[in-house]
């Protein structure tokens, strides 16, 4: 797990915010950042080490994983301050804290006092309670495990172009070596359109963003129920 964490802090891009590696001083709490996101994924892999199931999206977002170090986990969740997804469930006994800077401009009031929180991840973990699944069965990753971000600014997302996804599948692959057996499901087109490029096995279930909410809670469902999953 050392050694994957490792070669993810090497990756370094255009326009990408690397957050196991990467420091900004205006929106980080310290030049700490990256290794307490870096400790936080060790710690987060490790209690998976025998999950059975590895969900992966597209790219990471900056109200996410750019500030937890962890695919769909809001850094709101880890802090305690959401209303229905508990820290344990994520690191279980652990020394939580947060990575976004409280005093920066760029952030509104709620997130400087709570931390930042993606609606994604409020989906996700609440679905996978529904499930009835414990915690530590599912991994949550994405196909480009870095936060692609726009002109405007660090704290915006945009989608992972064909090569970054390309370059995404290698961290994958390595993922599913260190944990065998898991099965795979990917979250949106551009997830399964990649994991089938590369000949990964996979079903696939529609993003929950862009008000794709109710489907992705359904298609989960049919997968639990072993059903055909209709994607449009």
């Known amino acids: 797990m050392e050694k994957f964490i490792k070669k993810l802090q090497e990756y370094k891009g255009i326009e990408v915010f690397n957050p196991w590696a990467d420091y900004n001083a205006l929106c980080d709490i310290g030049p700490e950042a990256p290794a307490i996101r870096a400790a936080n994924l060790l710690r987060y892999l490790t209690l998976r080490k025998n999950a059975k199931y590895l969900f992966i999206a597209e790219g990471l977002g900056y109200q996410g994983g750019h500030f937890s170090g962890m695919a769909m986990t809001s850094e709101r969740i880890l802090l305690g301050y959401h209303p229905k997804v508990s820290p344990e469930?994520?690191?279980?006994?652990?020394?939580?804290?947060?990575?976004?800077?409280?005093?920066?401009?760029?952030?509104?009031?709620?997130?400087?006092?709570?931390?930042?929180?993606?609606?994604?991840?409020?989906?996700?973990?609440?679905?996978?309670?529904?499930?009835?699944?414990?915690?530590?069965?599912?991994?949550?990753?994405?196909?480009?495990?870095?936060h692609p971000y726009k002109d405007a600014g660090i704290l915006t997302n945009r989608t992972p172009s064909k090569p970054e996804l390309d370059i995404g599948v290698t961290y994958a692959k390595q993922l599913l070596e260190l944990v065998p057996g898991m099965e795979v499901i990917a979250i949106g087109q551009k997830a399964a359109g990649t994991l089938a490029k590369y000949k990964i096995s996979c079903r696939a279930v529609p993003h929950p963003s862009m008000g794709g909410a109710n489907k992705f809670k359904a298609a989960i469902q049919l997968i639990f129920n072993d059903e055909k999953i209709p994607m449009d």
Do not use: C, D, H
């Open 89 to 146: 469930v994520v690191l279980g006994a652990w020394n939580y804290q947060r990575t976004s800077n409280p005093n920066s401009p760029l952030l509104n009031k709620k997130q400087q006092a709570e931390g930042f929180n993606e609606p994604t991840a409020t989906v996700m973990w609440e679905q996978l309670a529904q499930q009835g699944l414990s915690p530590f069965q599912s991994i949550l990753w994405n196909i480009f495990p870095f």
